[in-house]
């Protein structure tokens, strides 16, 4: 199997922390195809859905429509929603599909403008509200790729806003000012996907959602339930 070297985003640096083996094969040799479960089908509508309000002020579904006091605070600052920037390996802005781009994120609305340094970064998140277990990583690596985009930005002011809590959606704030240590970041997580590359070696992480995973060629996975075999990681 010939498997090109990926283009790092924060999916697959989160999923390589978590597990390389899954990493490998769901993001990097794409063996397992990409199923739409009903929760990433909604998280889909609700991301389109904000953006044609906020963007286009197309009305909200009904079942969304909780969410118009932030689609109208949003709308206020003419964000950019729905972002896709992409960086080379020095920082350096490249597009998204641009020639050396080595990182690249989605971000669902930024507010950045040339007549003030601090800008704002919002995430949509659809599922069940956890903060503090690393995800943040996201939202720093977006405030990074807006830094290089908008160099004369020095702060960011990020959160996920929860679009399931009803009367809870803010997240916690971050303000991040070091995006030199999120190049760092990211470029150590380069390293570690780089040997794995070379060496074809990508081990298997126990963890709390192996039974979840639909690697199933893991001893981890104890879900039997349709089992294929995999090719070797190559």
Same mark, same amino acid.
């Not at 960011?156 to 996920?160: E, I, K, N, Q, S």
């Given at each position: 199997m010939n498997v090109e070297f990926p283009i790092l985003n924060y999916t697959l &640096? *989160? $999923? /390589?922390? *978590?597990c390389p083996f899954k990493a490998y094969h769901t993001k990097i040799a794409k063996t397992i195809p990409t199923v739409q479960s009903p929760e990433m089908m909604h998280g889909n509508r609700v991301h389109e859905a904000m953006e044609q309000r906020v963007a286009k002020e197309v009305k909200l579904p009904e079942d969304l429509h909780y969410m118009e006091p932030f689609a109208q605070a949003l709308e206020e600052y003419q964000p950019l929603c729905e972002v896709k920037m992409g960086v080379d390996a020095n920082g350096k802005p490249v597009g998204w599909t641009g020639r050396g781009v080595w990182f690249r994120g989605r971000v669902d609305v930024l507010i950045a403008r040339m007549d003030t340094r601090v800008a704002a970064i919002y995430d949509y +998140?659809?599922? +069940? +509200?956890r903060e503090g277990y690393g995800q943040e990583l996201e939202l720093y690596t977006s405030a990074f790729l807006a830094k290089a985009c908008y160099p004369h930005l020095t702060q960011?002011?990020?959160? /996920?806003l929860w679009t399931k809590q009803l009367f809870d959606v803010m997240g916690k $704030?971050? &303000? &991040?000012?070091d995006f030199e240590m999120v190049h760092i970041t990211i470029a150590d997580y380069a390293v570690k996907i780089r040997t794995c590359f070379d060496s074809g070696v990508w081990p298997k992480t126990p963890n709390k959602l192996c039974d979840y995973c639909p690697v199933k060629a893991c001893e981890h996975n =104890? *879900? =039997?339930?349709a089992v294929p075999q995999l090719p070797a990681a190559e």
């Open positions: &640096i *989160n $999923e /390589f922390k *978590n +998140k659809t599922g +069940k +509200k960011v002011h990020a959160r /996920f $704030e971050y &303000i &991040i000012t =104890t *879900n =039997t339930q």
